[in-house]
C-alpha cells in the first residue's frame, strides 16, 4: 500500500504531473485526493479532485480525452506524483490545445506556442 | 507583465513544475510567489518559496546544483507554471537522485528507478 503524504498541503490536496508517454511533453498539472489516486491505480485511468466542483473527476468524462496511465512516478517527499500517460484525443487542455502549458514567456509577455487540436465550444457543449 | 494567479491556492503559492531542457524529464516540482518568480526573471536562475522554512530559496544555493532557466511555460488557468532548465552537477533531488521522481509504482509498492549521482550526507554538510 502506497501511503503519499496528503497531510503536506494547506487543502489536502497534492499535485499530479501530467507527462505524455510517447512525447515526454508535460500535459497538465491536477490535484489528487486519497481517493482520485485510488481510482487511478484501480481503473488505470487518470483521475483527480476537482478544486473548483470539489468532486472526483475522471479526466476525459466530458471531452473523451481520457488519459490511459502507462505508469506513476512518486517523488522524494511523497507529496508529488507523475502519471505518465497515452492521451487519448490528442489533447490535454479544456482550451482545446495538446497541453495546458501552450504559451511561453518572451519579453515579459505570454506567446501561444502550440496549435489547437479542438474547439473547446463544439466539445463542451452546454 | 505576467500576472499569475496565486489566489488560486489556498496557501497563495503556485506550483512550478521542473523539467530538464536536454531530456524533457521531470526533475521536480517546487512552489513560488510572486517574489521568487520575479527573481528567476530577473537572475535567470529558478528561484522558489520553501514552504518549511517560508524563505526565498535559490535551487542551489547549498549544493551548487542552480537550474538554470532555458524557458518557463504558463499554463492555461495561469496557476502553475514549468521551468525547463539545464540541471548543473547532475541532480535536482536532495537525496541525491538525477530527479525527484526516482521510484515507480509496481505492484503496490515503491521501486527505485535511478542511480545516486551524489551521497547527501557530503553535500549538505552540518
Given at each position: ?19 505524455e508517454a510517447e512525447t515526454g511533453r508535460i ?63 490528442g489533447a490535454a487542455c479544456h482550451k482545446g ?30
Amino acid at each position: 500500500m502506497i501511503q503519499l503524504n496528503f497531510s503536506k498541503s494547506a487543502d489536502g490536496l497534492l499535485p499530479a504531473i501530467v507527462q505524455e508517454a510517447e512525447t515526454g511533453r508535460i500535459l497538465m498539472l491536477a490535484y489528487i485526493n486519497q481517493q482520485a489516486f485510488t481510482e487511478t491505480l484501480v481503473t488505470g485511468y487518470a483521475h483527480y479532485w476537482s478544486r473548483s466542483r470539489q468532486t472526483l473527476w475522471q479526466k476525459g468524462e466530458t471531452s473523451g480525452h481520457r488519459q490511459e496511465i502507462v505508469e506513476i512516478l512518486v517523488d522524494c517527499d511523497e507529496d508529488t506524483i507523475v502519471y505518465v500517460v497515452r492521451q487519448q484525443g490528442g489533447a490535454a487542455c479544456h482550451k482545446g490545445y495538446p497541453s495546458c502549458f501552450y504559451r511561453r514567456v518572451e519579453d515579459g509577455a505570454l506567446q501561444v506556442v502550440e496549435q489547437r487540436v479542438f474547439d473547446p465550444e463544439t466539445v463542451y457543449k452546454k
